[in-house]
Structures are given as C-alpha cells and as structure tokens.
Nanobody, 126 residues
C-alpha cells in the first residue's frame, strides 16, 4: 500500500517554472512513478514516468525538453521540474504509483497505476 501527497503547485506566468513534489508513505522501492494531468473538460493525460531505479524516464511529446522527472528513493519522493511553462500546461497534476520492476510500455496508461495522490493545481497565466 502506498499513499501519495503532491505539493508545489501554484500560479505562475508563462515562461516560468515550478517544481512539483510527490511524497510517498509505505513502500517506494520497486514502484514506478508517474505524473498525469487533467485540464477542465479534458481527459486525464500522461505527462511523465520514471522507473523504480530512476534509470529510465519517459515524457509526453508536449512536455519533452521542458519537464524533468526525478526521484529520491531515500526520501520516498518523486519530483517534476517544469520549466518554460505555457498556458496549456494549466491542469491538476496527479502523482501515481505502480508496483513494477519493469515499467515496459505500459507507463503512459493511467489504468496501470493503482495508487494516486489527490492532485495539485498548476495555473499558468499568459
């Protein structure tokens, strides 16, 4: 069982940066972690994922080159550094966890992740 709590969201101007954090309680080793987002009126979409070792990272095309995912297994925390933010990045951002040693090709699928945080709002003004 894993509990996840996101933090770091807020209001930022276009071109600015934010760093989201997701703190886990319970097991963390052996869990792949993902970030998803959901804008009003839209479906939840994949943003980024990281394998349990941190050795493999994945990004949606829309954020590639601007966002960086990382994790600190000692602190049981995963981060999402978001740079060059755009108004279209506005959404509620969710952290998710999935017990797997092989992230494979399932990482963009929300239904691969059984554990979810409550979300943190990111608003980018133009």
């Amino acid at each position: 069982q894993v509990q996840l709590v996101e933090s770091g969201g807020g209001l930022v101007q276009a071109g600015g940066s934010l760093r989201l954090s997701c703190a886990a309680s319970g097991r963390f080793i052996g869990y792949a972690m993902g970030w998803f987002r959901q804008a009003p009126g839209k479906e939840r979409e994949f943003v980024s994922a990281i394998s349990w070792t941190g050795g493999n990272t994945y990004y949606a095309d829309s954020v590639k080159g601007r966002f960086t995912i990382s994790r600190d297994n000692a602190k049981k925390t995963v981060y999402l550094q978001m740079n060059s933010l755009k108004p279209e990045d506005t959404a509620v951002y969710y952290c998710a966890a999935w017990a797997t040693f092989d992230i494979g090709t399932m990482y963009p699928r929300a239904d691969a992740y059984p554990y979810w945080g409550q979300g943190t709002q990111v608003t980018v003004s133009s």
